[in-house]
């Protein structure tokens, strides 16, 4: 009886992985498509000074709206491109839009502005992958300077010798580098310390948790205080609420990125939002 269970269980499992591996396939098919349709766009959300509350860069999102007007979230899809391997191309076409859109917000006179762009795993770990950042500063000339690629934590924790000797070599080019959703893996405090990085990126879970219990910002006090200790540079991701942008001004995080400041926007909207801003900077 127990072998039956066990069979039927085995039975039940397998044919759920067929329908999860089938609709895989299904949406790895369709973003092939959507990206040879210009499905697929970037929009940019603004980084904000905590003190002045002036923009001082702005993160490339990648965004999938289907012909029926429906979104899919870069956090189901990102996965399929990185399986499928259509990251490497969705990637660099990613890299190379969010900088000719760092060129063109200096054209509009933005001559201080940065801009983060996103770089998974897979990307990371291709041979290829340094010389398609050189080529792309090169063929965009988007200034390294006014360049940071964000890797996320999980990544950093993993073949650490390759990560250091790769850090380096990115940095030679000029751009700088963020780990991005920190608090979430374990780096110790020495491996940090051997890593080229400048700035580190708080995790939006721990700035829900700021206003949430009495011990609830230790995490991003600790972050902060890492980040002065090593002399990285800290920003806060998901600031929603007032109170949480004043703990951490107050916790001395100098920058943020959250819907509280600004949503991820397209283009054209994100050149006419700065515009205002700086309308408002002069009045
Ligand atoms: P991430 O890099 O940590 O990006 C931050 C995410 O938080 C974005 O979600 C952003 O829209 C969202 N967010 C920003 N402020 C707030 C806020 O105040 N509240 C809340 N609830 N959310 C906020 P998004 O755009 O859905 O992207 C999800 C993840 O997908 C990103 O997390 C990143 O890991 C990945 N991703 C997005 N675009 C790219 C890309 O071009 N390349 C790669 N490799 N990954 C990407
Ligand atoms: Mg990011
Ligand atoms: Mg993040
Ligand atoms: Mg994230």
Known sequence: RAKLQQRAGHF???RSMGVEI??????MHALRTAFGQDQLFVVYQPQIDLVTRRPMGAEALLRWQTPDGKFISPDRFIPIAEYSGLIIDLGEWVMRTAMRELVA???????????????SQVQFRHPY???MLRSALEDTKAPPEFV????TESMAMEEPDLLIKMLGQIKQTGVSIAIDDFGTGFSSLSYLQRLQIDRLKIDRAFVTEITGSARGSSIAEMVIQLGRNLG?????EGV?????????QTLGCPL?????????MTAPVLASWLNDDALQGAA
């Open 148 to 151: 940071e690629l964000e890797i």
């Open 232 to 236: 990285l540079a800290v920003i806060a």
């Open 105 to 119: 917000l200096r054209a509009a006179g933005h001559d201080n502005f940065m801009m983060s762009i996103n770089v």
């Open 256 to 264: 943020a990125q959250g819907f509280l400041f600004a949503r991820p």
């Open 240 to 248: 929603e609420d007032e109170r949480q942008a004043m703990i951490l």
């Open 12 to 14: 039940y499992f397998s």
């Open 22 to 27: 089938r609709e895989r396939v299904r949406m």
């Open 129 to 131: 992958f340094l010389e």
